[in-house]
């Protein structure tokens, strides 16, 4: 049975909204011009459509005067209480990840089809034992259109397959990876996945195993490799998060895009070191593997790297342990920037302020900017190639809004800040460009998924 192993640490503060240029005033379409962030919901009707339903038309969350904090922003979006979300559903509310957990945005490169693929137990509830009982789902959408529509189920099995992790490698074959609550004997978890081709047929069906007792993964893919970054027994000492204990070893497993040629590699295994809660992000030939790593008597943790060979099955360089990083437990994503040659690692410290690193394909890390507004837990920023050869980023920002961000040839120069009245959760948020100016996040609520779109650079 899989409880509450991790509960989701206290609301972050709300820090002042960074002080930054307003964002633009043209609105997406569809959109009130006074508006600089919309939000739109799936509604409970939607999901009983069929995928090609529109959604419920677009609420809008304004903030009419350019610059308005988050806090005076009118007519915003917030979600609805948890008990009223789900009347008659008595789930306790320390873990907003009993609801939803996991959600990533795949754009397959070979049939041009665009997916979001989450986990969540919005219709099925929690079971009265109190174990989890998400599925994972999908639904296409046009990126440069993007809308909700009803989900469709990709996989379900008793207990929960939470958090979805997908990536999409170069021949157009996707992994679907998920700690899995089902079928697992003593071993009560296990990371499992299942991979499909480009128009979304199985060529490795559920459930396939990369370790009895794996749990926390999420994946990644290079041109030619699928890439798990998993974690591995849990020590339950009162530490960590909430006294509700921590991963204890990091391990990658790479295949090739059809699974064949498993392989794993301990990345921090063994010793005293607890080491869990790994993300990754990958580039053309190589993952950037990050991960917090407990340290005794304190309630942030240490933030650590390393640069894996999916090919060679061995990592370049070695493992660092970030200076002057005290991660907010959770808090960190990871993405490769395309045209920079680096991947950027963002988190949030302890003391509420956001800092961005860009750490190259050996390893090393080449610029660092601090005291940034504090990033959304689980958010994978917006990234885009610019057609000046700069990367663009929007990153979600704790409580609400969102930050532009370019890197410019190891240059990180944070740009407008956007208000906006969806207080996110850390249930999973997702972005991508909709057009050069134009980021959209599709995130978890507690009761349905959520489309937020900021305009600005
Ligand atoms: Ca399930
Ligand atoms: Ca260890």
């Known amino acids: 049975m899989k409880l509450k192993v991790r509960v989701l640490a206290a609301a972050l503060a709300a820090a002042a909204a960074a002080a930054g240029t307003a964002c633009r005033t043209a609105a997406p379409q569809g959109v009130p011009q006074t508006s600089q962030a919309a939000v739109q919901s799936d509604s409970a009707a939607a999901e009983d459509e069929g995928l090609s339903q529109p959604s419920a038309a677009p609420e809008t969350a304004a903030a009419r005067d350019s610059g ?18 789900n009347p008659g559903d008595d789930r306790d509310t320390d873990d907003l990840r009993e609801y939803a957990h996991g959600v ?24 009265e034992d109190g174990s989890w009982t998400h599925d994972v789902f999908w639904q296409a959408f046009d990126p440069a259109d993007p809308a909700l529509a009803a989900k469709r189920t990709l996989i379900a099995a008793d207990e929960a397959q939470e958090p979805a992790s997908a990536s999409v490698a170069g021949d157009g074959n996707m992994i679907v990876t998920f700690e899995d609550g089902s079928d697992n004997g003593d071993a009560q978890l296990s990371q ?39 974690s591995n027994e849990w020590v339950d000492d009162g530490a960590g998060e909430n006294g509700l204990g921590t991963g204890k070893d990091v391990y990658v497993t790479s295949m090739r895009t059809d699974g064949s040629g498993l392989q794993t590699l301990p990345v921090s295994a063994g010793g005293e070191e607890r080491d869990w809660w790994p993300v990754l992000a990958a580039s053309d030939s190589r993952a950037l593997l990050v991960w917090q790593r407990y340290v005794p008597g304190q309630t942030w943790a240490r933030l650590c790297c390393a640069v894996y060979d999916p090919v060679r ?48 394909e050996s390893g090393a890390v080449t610029a660092r900017a601090d005291g940034l507004p504090p990033f ?29 961000v370019t890197v410019d040839g190891g240059t990180i120069t944070p740009g407008q800040a956007c208000p906006a009245a969806y207080r ?16 959209c996040f599709v995130t978890l609520g507690t009761d349905r998924r959520h489309l937020l779109e900021f305009s600005g650079r």
């Open 104 to 127: 990533s945005v795949v754009e397959n490169p070979v049939s041009g089809k665009s997916w979001f693929i989450w986990s969540d137990s919005y219709d099925s509830g929690t079971g």
């Open 313 to 360: 099955n061995r990592l370049v360089g070695d493992v660092r342990v970030l200076p002057g990083v005290k991660t907010d437990y959770y808090n960190y994503s990871a993405c490769w920037l395309e045209g920079q040659g680096c991947f950027a690692l963002l988190t949030t410290q302890a003391d509420g302020t956001g800092s961005i690193l860009l750490v190259d």
């Open 376 to 404: 959304v837990r689980e958010s994978a920023p917006a990234v885009t190639a610019r057609a000046d050869g700069t990367a663009g980023l929007c990153c979600p920002t704790a409580p609400t809004g969102a930050l532009f």
């Open 424 to 439: 996110w959760t850390g249930c999973g948020t997702a972005g991508f460009f909709k057009d050069s100016g134009t980021a």
């Open 68 to 85: 308005a904090s988050a806090a005076a922003a009118p007519g915003r979006e917030l979600p609805a209480a948890p008990d009223e979300a």
């Open 192 to 230: 499992r996945y299942a991979i499909y081709d480009a128009r979304g047929g199985v060529v490795l069906a559920y459930p396939q195993t990369i370790f009895m007792g794996g749990h926390s993964g999420h994946a990644a893919s290079t041109r030619d490799r699928h890439v798990v970054f998993w």
